[in-house]
């Protein structure tokens, strides 16, 4: 089993290294956005339009990176003819997608009180089909156990947008103040938000073509009977993605009507702000679960996998809270990530951190429904999650504003988990050891308690402070659960 774990957590480095990159592209980018948009409110317009990418992108894929996992595992010698009937499927309906943005665009963009930029809605639209297609040929690379392509194609990506966005942001308003022949013929100074979503569309239409030669590897031999029984499988997971990305993002899809005019989109991208820089957290569980879920589907008929499953929730949620405190007790210097007009949203950050805890939580707790094939219970899950936050929203935001948000996500979250974890215990017994998961959440909340009680005018003194706080908690983990001589790459220095 140890040698089993070990190779999960070597392929989660692996893959973390692309997540990672992926996700640190939003942090690299919100200090980007935050020094050089005129306004908060344009910040706000960003957070508002990713928020209904994601929640596209997720409709578009309708589950089928799953069932395909699912169906290419239950018969290997088939699972390039699975693999080819995905890519069909997707692309047919991407393809659709596109044709009906590009048609429809402007009355999309009055709807969301974006008509002067009907534009934003068709790049937006281009670029989420695509991503949306490229998501079955990635799932093909993390079937086959191609990590190091797969972190390889991510990074094309990750560095083109952020290229781009330097070039837009940065390079061209510089340009135009010391030699404007050389950018005005394309380049307006005022465009700004939109530079973004050129930026975008560009990368992404790159990543596209590179990823073209997988694509091809498929046996494209469409068969209704095969992709029918996919459906089946994966139709729930749709309601599930699009219940648990909403509930990530209806707070930023539906700010904008419960907090009107300037005020609301300036809120809104303070919010949007803080949001990202606390999605450090949900960098490492993106890492997990792209090793994590062809591992559950490879190992579900070993006799210690229930095990496994159980020591693997004890590790994510261990590092889940090591990251929170890294987060808490350095906010002295994150803080400067973001420039001082967004920094009266970093006191609902401790809120944010927590609710994504859970979402990770929830989706460990998930393997039961996946592997029983009741993934109608994940979509009822999701469901109910998204109606506490739903309301949590209606009910609070317009008094309350981001605070609000922050409050319905962590209730919502923690009301999934829980749900989650008392039927999976009827359907797939798991015994996660409550134990050690409880010492070293309870031994998370004195800290950051403790960490509250340290504000001297002096800002080294505070970091040096809470530094020792992190040391003790570093020092209960070494001791007690992870020996240096245990962990991967870092064990060869240190003695058995």
């Not at 103040?177 to 307006?188: I, L, N, R």
């Not at 739903?390 to 609000?404: E, K, R």
């Amino acid at each position: 089993m140890a040698k089993e774990l070990k190779s999960l957590a070597k392929d989660t480095a692996i893959y973390g290294v692309s997540s990672i990159l992926g996700k640190f592209l939003g942090w690299l980018l919100v200090p980007l956005y935050t020094y050089t948009l005129e306004k908060q409110a344009e910040y706000g317009t960003v957070t508002n339009l990713y928020a209904w990418t994601a929640l596209l992108l997720v409709m578009l894929t309708y589950g089928m990176e799953t069932g395909f996992f699912r169906f290419a595992n239950k018969d290997l010698a088939n699972s390039d003819k699975v693999y080819g009937n995905c890519l069909l499927s997707v692309g047919i309906t991407s393809l659709l997608f596109i044709v009906l943005v590009v048609l429809f665009n402007q009355p999309i963009a009055n709807l969301l009180n974006y008509g002067d930029h009907s534009e934003f809605i068709w790049m937006l639209g281009l670029s989420v089909a695509l991503d949306a297609f490229a998501s079955i040929p990635f799932a093909y690379l993390r079937f086959v156990k191609r990590p190091i392509a797969f972190a390889s194609l991510k990074f094309v990506y990750i560095l083109l947008n952020i290229v781009l966005n330097l070039f837009f942001l940065v390079a061209c308003p510089w340009l135009m103040k010391v030699a404007p022949g050389t950018v005005e013929w394309f380049y307006s100074p005022h465009y700004g938000v939109g530079y973004i979503f050129i930026s975008n569309i560009i990368a992404t239409t790159i990543q596209t073509v590179v990823l073209m030669k997988f694509v091809f590897l498929a046996k494209f031999s469409f068969d209704y009977k095969l992709l029918k029984q996919i459906f089946r499988y994966s139709f729930p997971l749709l309601f599930l993605g699009i219940a648990g990305t909403a509930n990530q993002n209806l707070d930023k899809i539906l700010f904008p009507f419960m907090q009107l005019g300037e005020q609301g989109k300036a809120d809104l991208g303070i919010y949007g702000a803080v949001s990202k820089i606390a999605m450090v957290i949900m960098m490492f569980t993106q890492a997990f679960r792209y090793a994590y879920e062809p591992f559950v589907f490879a190992k579900n008929k070993d006799k210690d996998s229930l095990s496994m499953y159980a020591n693997a929730m004890k590790y994510f949620i261990i590092i889940s809270l090591f990251i929170f405190l890294g987060m808490v007790l350095y906010m002295d210097l994150i803080r400067f990530v973001i420039k001082n007009t967004y920094w009266s949203g970093l006191a609902v950050m401790p809120i944010i951190l927590f609710s994504f805890i859970f979402q990770g939580v929830f989706f460990n707790l998930s393997i039961w429904y996946k592997l029983t094939d009741k993934n109608k219970y994940g979509a009822w899950f999701s469901t109910i999650g998204m109606i506490v936050i739903l309301a949590g929203n209606i009910l609070l935001v317009p008094t309350f504003s981001y605070w609000g948000s922050a409050w319905s996500a962590f209730v919502g979250y923690f009301t999934v988990m829980v749900i989650s974890y008392f039927f999976g215990q009827k359907y797939m017994p798991v015994k996660y050891d409550f134990k050690t998961i409880g010492f070293y959440t309870g031994i998370t909340l004195l800290i950051y308690l403790l960490s509250v009680f340290i504000n001297t005018p002096y800002l080294m003194v505070n970091i040096a402070l809470k530094s020792v706080l992190m040391i003790a908690f570093l020092f209960i983990l070494v001791k007690r659960d992870f020996p240096l001589n245990t962990i991967p790459y870092i064990n060869k220095y240190f003695k058995k």
